[in-house]
């Protein structure tokens, strides 16, 4: 047991060594990287719908937000802590948790309304034309973005306006007559599982509808077509319906192997609070957790450059125009 603790201590120890190079590195990719998404994707020739268009827009600004809340003002102070000692000095973090898991739920959610989105639109023709378009893709994010704001503002009067400064997931000091009270490990415990537990779980079941649909309307269009999939000549319905499942399927499964270790890590030890004390999961595993999830928010950009060619040119384009100003200018 000893010389499992001390291996664990280790590990522990390298992870926040790597935490300095690897946090500052990650934010100077997210940052850009997602502003760079919501401009090209905001100017619409990319081939998408606008629908699915505002829902990409939505879920890179809410990462981006997550970014600057939670990797830039939360773990980099902290892993920096001898350098940052004056955020004691400022009454705000009671203010910051509620911004900071306002922003985290829309970034889960958002991608829970997008999955949504792409069930109905492949698998559901009759309600496509009324549930898949803009105004709904406004609404449906504007009721989340606000739900989830109210939502969080209970963590104002769970925690006092000091930071703590230290790496659990509560990164305030909590108020005195909180941190004892079974009430607010239930509540805590009853967050994790509305995000991302109950993602994970309608994410899942809602790809492998959509997948279920694809792969039996596929056979239904060879069978009907009197060809087997070996010879069919190019139809493009789906391949339409492909990218759009490529595009959908890479999207969840980067969020749910991103956020899989924080979820259980979180789950587990919440269960602990509330009695259930079996072996606890060591705070290397936290770590490892927080390192992944954050790093959700800054791979969207290179899953649209893989998957979407038009989206890489407009990339291409994005990153060459400087260089073109320049260019223009010494001529």
Same mark, same amino acid.
């Given at each position: 047991m000893e010389r499992c603790q001390s291996n664990a201590a280790r590990i522990l120890?390298?992870?926040?060594?790597?935490?300095?190079v690897y946090y500052p590195l990650l934010a100077a990719v997210g940052v850009p990287a997602n502003l760079v998404t919501i401009v090209i994707l905001s100017?619409? +020739?990319?081939? #998408?719908?606008?629908?699915?268009?505002?829902? &990409? !827009? /939505?879920?890179a600004a809410a990462d981006l937000l997550v970014v600057i809340l939670d990797l830039i003002l939360r773990h980099i102070p902290i892993v920096y802590w001898l350098q940052f000692l004056f955020l004691w000095k400022v009454p705000l973090c009671?203010?910051?948790?509620?911004?900071?898991?306002a922003a985290t739920d829309?970034?889960?959610?958002?991608?829970?309304?997008?999955?949504?989105?792409?069930?109905?639109?492949?698998?559901?023709?009759?309600?496509?034309?009324?549930?898949?378009?803009?105004?709904?893709?406004s609404l449906v994010l504007g009721t989340v973005t606000v739900v989830f704001c109210l939502k969080n503002i209970l963590w104002h009067f769970l925690y006092t306006? +000091?930071?703590? #400064?230290?790496?659990?997931?509560?990164?305030? &000091? !909590? /108020?005195?007559?909180?941190?004892?009270?079974?009430?607010?490990v239930i509540i805590e415990t009853l967050h994790y599982i509305l995000t991302p537990g109950v993602p994970f779980v309608l994410i899942l079941l809602l790809n492998a509808l959509t997948i279920r649909f694809?792969?039996?309307?596929?056979?239904?269009?060879?069978?009907?077509?009197?060809?087997?999939?070996?010879?069919?000549?190019?139809?493009?319905?789906?391949?339409?319906?492909?990218?759009?499942?490529t595009l959908l399927l890479v999207i969840s499964g980067n969020f749910i192997l991103l956020w899989a270790v924080l979820l259980i890590y979180s789950l587990w030890n919440r269960m602990w609070y509330l009695g259930h004390r079996s072996r606890r999961i060591h705070e290397f595993i936290r770590e490892m957790g927080f390192m992944?999830?954050?790093?959700?928010?800054?791979?969207?950009t290179f899953i649209y450059s893989v998957t979407q060619t038009k989206?890489?040119?407009?990339?291409?384009?994005l990153v060459k125009y400087p260089f073109n100003v320049i260019i223009q200018l010494i001529k």
């Open positions: 120890t390298a992870l926040y060594s790597v935490q300095k100017r619409g +020739k990319c081939g #998408l719908s606008k629908c699915v268009t505002c829902y &990409l !827009v /939505a879920m009671n203010i910051h948790a509620v911004l900071l898991y829309c970034s889960v959610w958002f991608t829970v309304t997008f999955t949504f989105d792409r069930l109905v639109a492949i698998c559901c023709q009759k309600l496509r034309t009324k549930y898949c378009t803009t105004k709904t893709a306006s +000091k930071y703590l #400064l230290m790496n659990y997931p509560w990164f305030c &000091l !909590v /108020a005195s007559n909180s941190l004892f009270s079974q009430v607010w694809i792969l039996f309307a596929s056979r239904a269009r060879r069978s009907l077509r009197g060809q087997s999939s070996g010879d069919s000549p190019r139809d493009t319905e789906m391949e339409s319906r492909r990218k759009s499942i992944l999830q954050l790093l959700s928010c800054c791979t969207n989206f890489r040119e407009q990339l291409k384009n």
